[in-house]
């Protein structure tokens, strides 16, 4: 090897299609303690930890071979002594000697890795910090009351999208069957802009229902509501709705005391 | 429905002949890994190549995290690509974890495959001490996982500029529309962890198609030791030791994977 990069600040390597090494430089070897006739023929699978191996043939060489190299892809070697030497990698294929020889160049990167642990660990953070916001949206969100026996309330707060849609129903179906109602009041009073697609997914969630065999009161319809209920020509038969809560629940209540007549 | 099916997985059919061919990849890449190896087949199959969903060019807002938790989920794209396309008598040619999801999905539909062709395969990636060595422990899944957390750190801001920066060189802006990964990182996550984590030992003898077992040769991912726990544990199977070194033969000794699945199908009176 050229005496230039044989100790330039920079490691060197290349290794065949098949895996086996055919040069290192004085540098790489130093970095990880090792001698050149460790090395040379030796899969280059040798130079990472057991988790950088899989790395290596899932992600590192099929980006070689599909698109002749790789640019600055982050792998963790294997030091002399156990340690990990975090390096970043540069590799391109090329033709040399009649086969295909892939030559990469390693940056140590050990700074930078604090640097990206701290990153990594705080997107980590952030992560969790959103999936308990979710969850805790989702639970506050579909909340099911029983505000008499048999008789279910779901008020819908804020806006109704698809997949808020979904959650209500789902959540009012189950307390259905678990707490044995006869009753659903929806109550839209504190939702916000029910569109034409919010008042189809509303329509649904009471279909569903009543085909658990409960009767829906839709309440807390306002004039916008009413408007695009027209509109959008929408079928309310089979659902009872009411100006207010109060005057739903009173609907409610009368139900349950004769027994089952609206 | 069908052309749903075909666009989520982005499939792609080619070749001619009686039967199909399926080639699935593995984990990490897209059907491009097969770009060596399918064309060799076209003349006497139907060539059919797909993504998982969540990898290459399928369509993401497919990816259901509960579905592509188990491998199962997994499978159930290979159903619905070979029942999209009306296929039968497949011959499954999959690599790595896609040898698990081609037995998965021939335990639940075997009249939809005629053989299954595994490429370095394996039912369980860990080591269960004392009898089953797997290869890796947990805390070396734990580093992978690290390790790609770290290289998306750096894809995103390296992949970005190319297409902005290059106009003169539209290759590069087409190279990067068939970019060979998934480059969402919660769902290469996700794929890396079913992957790496399931154990599917207890489903080997439930396996109702006789199958190829392509082992490598010095194969870290799916070691000698592996090639012959299933040898010994899966029904009908066949096994073949490759001089192929490495995980990915299809990749890095195209010819001899071409060779040895003729061999097979030749040997099984399969064309």
């Known amino acids: 090897m050229d005496e230039l990069l044989d100790n330039a600040p920079c490691g060197f390597l290349a290794f065949a299609d098949d895996g086996a090494i055919l040069a290192v430089n004085a540098t790489l070897l130093g970095w990880l303690g090792r001698d050149a006739c460790d090395l040379l023929g030796r899969h280059v699978e040798a130079l990472f930890q057991p988790g950088g191996r899989i790395f290596y043939q899932t992600h590192f060489f099929p980006l070689l071979r599909l698109h002749g190299r790789a640019e600055e892809i982050y792998l963790s070697l294997?030091?002399?002594?156990?340690?990990?030497v975090p390096v970043l990698v540069n590799a391109a294929r090329r033709e040399r000697g009649g086969s295909q020889v892939n030559d990469c160049v390693f940056v140590p990167m050990r700074q930078r890795r604090r640097f990206e642990d701290e990153i990594l660990s705080a997107k980590r953070e952030a992560e969790e910090a959103n999936r308990a916001k979710d969850a805790l949206i989702e639970e506050l969100s579909t909340p099911v009351i029983t505000v008499w026996q048999g008789v279910l309330l779901g008020p819908v707060v804020g806006s109704l999208g698809r997949e808020r849609a979904d959650l209500m129903t789902a959540a009012l179906?189950?307390?259905?069957?678990?707490?044995?109602?006869?009753?659903?009041i929806l109550d839209v009073t504190g939702a916000r802009r029910m569109d034409a697609d919010a008042v189809n997914h509303l329509t649904r969630a009471a279909a569903a229902v009543r085909l658990m065999g409960a009767e829906c009161v839709l309440t807390g319809i306002g004039a916008d509501v009413a408007r695009t209920l027209v509109r959008a020509g929408t079928e309310l038969t089979g659902t009872q709705v009411r100006r207010t809560l109060a005057d739903g629940l009173a609907l409610a209540m009368r139900f349950i005391s004769t027994n089952g007549h609206l | 429905m069908p052309e749903d099916i075909l666009r989520r997985n982005n499939v792609k059919v080619s070749g001619r002949g009686p039967r199909a061919i399926v080639f699935a990849h593995g984990f990490g890449c897209d059907q491009n890994m097969w770009r060596f190896v399918a064309p060799a087949f076209g003349d006497d199959f139907r060539v059919v190549l797909f993504d998982y969903v969540g990898s290459g060019k399928s369509d993401l807002r497919a990816f259901d995290p509960r579905k592509y938790s188990t491998l199962e989920g997994y499978a159930g794209d290979v159903l619905d690509v070979c029942r999209a396309l009306r296929l039968s008598g497949v011959v499954f040619v999959g690599h790595s974890v896609s040898g698990v999801i081609g037995l998965l999905a021939s335990i639940k539909e075997p009249g939809l495959f005629e053989r299954l062709i595994l490429v370095g395969p394996s039912p369980c990636y860990v080591n269960d001490p004392p009898d089953y060595r797997g290869g890796?422990?947990?805390?070396?899944?734990?580093g992978l996982l690290d390790l790609m957390d770290k290289n998306y750190i750096g894809w995103a801001s390296f992949l970005a500029p190319v297409v902005t920066k290059n106009p003169e060189r539209p290759e590069l802006a087409r190279e990067l529309e068939e970019s060979f990964c998934s480059t969402d990182p919660r769902v290469a996550r996700r794929f890396a962890e079913?992957?790496?984590?399931?154990?599917?030992?207890?489903?080997?003898?439930?396996a109702r198609v006789r199958s190829l077992i392509m082992q490598c040769s010095e194969d870290a991912i799916a070691p000698a030791e592996v090639g012959e726990y299933l040898s010994r544990n899966l029904p009908g199977s066949t096994f073949r030791q490759l001089e192929a070194t490495g995980h990915c033969p299809h990749m890095s000794h195209p010819?001899?994977?071409?060779?040895?699945?003729?061999?097979?199908?030749?040997?099984?009176?399969?064309?």
């Open chain 2, 194 to 206: 079913t992957t790496f984590l399931s154990d599917n030992r207890g489903d080997l003898p439930r």
């Open chain 1, 78 to 84: 294997l030091g002399a002594g156990g340690e990990d």
């Open chain 2, 255 to 271: 010819e001899e994977t071409v060779r040895v699945i003729k061999e097979y199908l030749e040997a099984e009176g399969i064309s």
């Open chain 2, 136 to 142: 890796f422990e947990r805390a070396d899944i734990e």
């Open chain 1, 173 to 184: 179906l189950r307390a259905v069957v678990a707490r044995q109602a006869r009753v659903v």
